[in-house]
T-cell receptor, first 113, second 116 residues
Framework: QKEVEQNSGPLSVPEGAIASLNCTYS??????FFWYRQYSGKSPELIMF????GDKEDGRFTAQLNKASQYVSLLIRDSQPSDSATYLC?????????????FGSGTQLTVLP | ETGVTQTPRHLVMGMTNKKSLKCEQH?????MYWYKQSAKKPLELMFV???????ENNSVPSRFSPECPNSSHLFLHLHTLQPEDSALYLC???????????????FGPGTRLTVL
């Protein structure tokens, strides 16, 4: 069983729509959750992080965390073609080492003009 | 320079070569990391350093040898690599290891390594 799972996609949405990216994790003791965006050929860049159950909003991005369901999502409102990238979910792994982030394989998002 | 820098950006080497990757962070962070990113696979953590001390070594083959001379610099020495070692090697840094809660890692641009 993968520790952090994401749908690989590709996920396509039209410009202006809401893109919904999902991530599940296996370690119930995980405490911190991160979303990174990675453009093709580039390094990951942090979009946002969330620690507490519920929603956290930052501009067009909303992270949602449900620890009971071991589920974290990222919503992108008013999607733009420039949002087309691979989105990586990362979870800290206290059962192995609190120092580690475990990454999912990423979801490729394409926003169609 | 700002953020996390890596050199070289691209590297092609033969299996008998010895080369080194360099990472430098300008963020005043205390922790640094090496990751390997292969096509269609998740980022794989290789090494973690905190205040120049190695705290994680994730069963990485000995042909990869890290070095952290100070909290701003991190090297990855490479020797007798295999073609399957071809990948994007990413360096990251964070303020600390954040054992009690979350910590944010900032990535460098990576070194695209090709082993012939």
């Amino acid at each position: 069983q993968k520790e952090v799972e994401q749908n690989s996609g590709p996920l396509s949405v039209p410009e202006g729509a809401i893109a919904s990216l999902n991530c599940t994790y296996s370690d119930r003791g995980s405490q911190s959750f991160f979303w990174y965006r990675q453009y093709s050929g580039k390094s990951p860049e942090l979009i946002m992080f969330i620690y507490s159950n519920g929603d956290k909003e930052d501009g067009r991005f909303t992270a949602q965390l449900n620890k009971a369901s071991q589920y974290v999502s990222l919503l992108i409102r008013d999607s733009q073609p420039s949002d087309s990238a691979t989105y990586l979910c990362a979870v800290n792994a206290p059962s192995g080492s609190a120092r580690q982030l475990t990454f999912g394989s990423g979801t490729q998002l394409t926003v169609l003009p | 320079e700002t953020g996390v820098t890596q050199t070289p950006r691209h590297l092609v080497m033969g299996m008998t070569n010895k080369k080194s990757l360099k990472c430098e962070q300008h963020l005043g962070h205390n922790a640094m990391y090496w990751y390997k990113q292969s096509a269609k696979k998740p980022l794989e953590l290789m090494f973690v350093y905190s205040l120049e001390e190695r705290v994680e070594n994730n069963s990485v083959p000995s042909r990869f040898s890290p070095e952290c001379p100070n909290s701003s610099h991190l090297f990855l020495h490479l020797h007798t690599l295999q073609p399957e070692d071809s990948a994007l090697y990413l360096c990251a840094s964070s303020q600390d290891l954040g054992l009690a809660g979350g910590y944010t890692q900032y990535f460098g641009p990576g070194t695209r390594l090709t082993v012939l």
